[in-house]
């Protein structure tokens, strides 16, 4: 799959004949949702022919545009500098009045004679992916605009995405493609989950043998409790790692589309590729341990916890350990120009903690209560580090609960209590919680035919509903709401076709939920208008993603006599929606709907209805059963 199409061929809607109606439509299609949009009479005819006038010194934002315009449109419009006695029909992208915008806001106004484009900086940027987005995409010599007004700025000034390349490694082009696709949908953090406990990412020059070894594990094909643990002699060729130069190269990239990145370091737990590589950082200082080639190494209880076969953690009571942490956080702070780093902090497992005499001796010594209380004294010593560097941390809810001294970020996974409590004790928080659609390595339905995935149910209805303001939060409280972030752990997703089946419709859910206000959210118009539009793109451009089945529902039981199949359209355009009445999956050889199909159910009897839906390039989603049941009592 090559991400990088959708930006060539993908970034227009499509055409529609102008008139108001279609301004409101076309806008009701835009991705995240605007602010405002006050719709007009009329359109501007845009062409090869049609200027750009610039009045702004945001050469790098100008040309990023122009780019993408003549690849979506195939125009080569002259680039000029304005002049205020101008009277040609002109695209218009200007600075003047931006001041007194909202930060990161734009606006942009259509009339019959010009497009008005104002913003800086962000602003700019994304006020131009607005209008990337009103460019319908054909090869006609001219494109009508309808007149319109958009005033917009987003909700959150944080809208992230992590990227988990521990587990599976991907690419600099491949994270190049992902950068892309957020910028078009206005997502400005990339979170780069970059050491755990199945590999090293990151060349940190003070300690070579984090990649040399630890960026390496055996193969292994699924990870789950039953993976085969290395084997001896069995060689690590599994895996891959970022230069310092390569980050470099992410970062300026990155920075072009004004996305800021986020490095994730993680620590004391989660460290086994690190202490694979230097043994000497954990308390067991076994030789012997190996890079985990998936979540073998780990005992899960029902109760949730779980028992570590080796040691994963790193020591917390040896000051050669803070003297490694400090060396590769002065590494990572200079290589990054983000203020915050991630340190991680969860699921520490402290079993080799409580078993080590040494280390009960330094919490008797330190007046530490339990092992709780000693990552506590770990996470303030790393954070008086990490803030030396001149950075602030963030970190995981369990952080939050072992009650550090210092400052700090919470990025929030687990939801409404813990943001509560957070917010009420000041701490800034971002808001990650995987029960709310926002693991996006979570099914996306309950039904059995979903790819293999962490678990968990996270369908893009969940993603899009989620409104972070908690009612208990009180104004006070909301302000230290920095904005929402989804996550993609990777244990089963290892390249990029699965990867954009999992991100993709809900990365645009996300997008609107951190962007759009709430007032102007609306999932039906979401869904029934805007999806539709973006789904077909990405079909074109040879995009995975997770096709809309007919029924939001995938097994159902109605008790009727007769029922009436109604679809008011394909999920999407051009799709072809095939369904059978014999309990038989379906597919392109069975029943076409083309028009309402009334199903009468003999009485005593019960018919399986099932339907798919299949795109114009072949993709399919999940079958949806309905069981029609007419062996008992109506429930009407």
Request: charged share 20%; net charge neutral.
């Amino acid at each position: 799959m090559y991400w990088k199409k959708y930006i060539a061929i993908g970034v227009a809607l499509l055409g529609f004949e102008v008139n108001n109606s279609t301004a409101q439509h076309m806008a009701s299609a835009l991705i995240p949702a605007p602010r405002t949009v006050q719709s007009d009479t009329g359109s501007f005819v845009f062409s090869a022919r049609t200027l750009i006038s610039i009045d702004v010194a945001e050469a790098r934002t100008v040309q990023f545009f122009t780019d993408h315009l003549r690849r979506s449109t195939r125009f080569d419009n002259k680039v000029v500098a304005h002049a205020d006695n101008s009277s040609q029909p002109e695209l218009l992208i200007t600075n003047k009045g931006a001041a007194q915008l909202p930060e990161e806001g734009y606006r942009l106004q259509v009339t019959s004679t010009r497009i008005t484009l104002t913003g800086k900086g962000a602003g700019l940027f994304y006020g131009m992916q607005t209008l990337l987005q009103l460019l319908p995409m054909q090869a006609k010599d001219t494109i009508l605009i309808p007149c319109m007004r958009i005033e917009d700025a987003p909700r959150f000034s944080y809208r992230g995405l992590m990227l988990d390349v521990s587990r599976h490694f991907f690419t600099v082009k491949e994270i190049k493609n992902l950068l892309d696709l957020m910028a078009a949908y206005k997502l400005n953090r990339f979170h780069w989950h970059l050491t755990d406990d199945q590999g090293w990412r990151l060349e940190i020059k003070r300690y070579p043998k984090l990649t040399e070894v630890g960026a390496w594990r055996v193969p292994r094909l699924e990870f789950g409790d039953k993976t085969l643990p290395p084997q001896p002699g069995e060689p690590a060729t599994d895996g891959g790692f970022y230069t310092q130069e390569e980050v470099k190269e992410i970062i300026r990239y990155a920075a072009g589309r004004h996305i800021e990145i986020l490095p994730e370091i993680d620590v004391p737990g989660h460290a086994m590729a690190a202490i694979a590589a230097y043994p000497e950082l954990c308390v067991t200082r076994n030789p012997h341990i190996k890079v985990n080639p998936g979540s073998s190494f780990a005992k899960w209880f029902s109760t949730g916890g779980f028992e570590m076969y080796v040691d994963n953690s790193l020591n917390p009571t040896d000051e050669k350990v803070y003297e490694f942490l400090n060396n590769v956080f002065e590494e990572v702070a200079a290589l990054f120009p983000y203020p915050y780093i991630h340190i991680g902090g969860d699921e520490c497992y402290k079993g080799f903690w409580e078993k080590d005499t040494a280390v009960l001796h330094f919490m008797k010594q330190h007046q530490l209560r339990d092992a709780h209380a000693l990552q506590g004294y770990f996470i303030s010593r790393l954070n008086k580090i990490i803030l030396s560097k001149h950075k602030k941390m963030i970190a995981w809810d369990e952080v939050a609960a072992s009650n550090p001294d210092g400052n700090f970020t919470v990025m929030n996974r687990f939801g409404e209590k813990g943001a509560i409590a957070q917010t009420r004790r000041g701490l800034d928080i971002i808001l990650a919680p995987g029960g709310n659609g926002f693991y996006f390595d979570y099914a996306q339905s309950l039904s059995d035919q979903e790819p293999s995935s962490h678990g968990g149910n996270a369908p893009v209805w969940k993603t899009y509903q989620y409104n972070p303001e908690y009612p208990a939060l009180s104004q006070t409280d909301k302000q230290h709401i920095l904005g929402v972030e989804a996550c993609l752990w990777t244990e089963h997703i290892p390249d990029v076709s699965k990867l954009q089946y999992m991100l993709l419709p809900r990365m645009l859910a996300l997008a609107e939920t951190g962007w759009s206000a709430e007032t102007v959210k609306s999932y039906p118009r979401f869904a029934g208008t805007a999806l539709p539009v973006h789904l077909l793109r990405f079909d074109k451009a040879g995009i995975n993603y997770r096709v809309p089945a007919v029924f939001d529902d995938v097994d159902t039981t109605i008790v009727t006599a007769t029922f009436k199949l109604t679809i008011a359209q394909p999920p999407v355009p051009g799709a072809k929606v095939y369904y059978t009445l014999n309990n038989r999956p379906p597919g392109d050889y069975d029943h076409l709907y083309t028009e309402p199909v009334t199903i009468c159910i003999p009485k005593g009897k019960a018919i399986t209805l099932k339907t798919i839906v299949i795109t114009p390039a072949g993709r399919r989603s999940i079958v949806t059963r309905t069981l029609l049941d007419n062996t008992k009592p109506s429930e009407n």
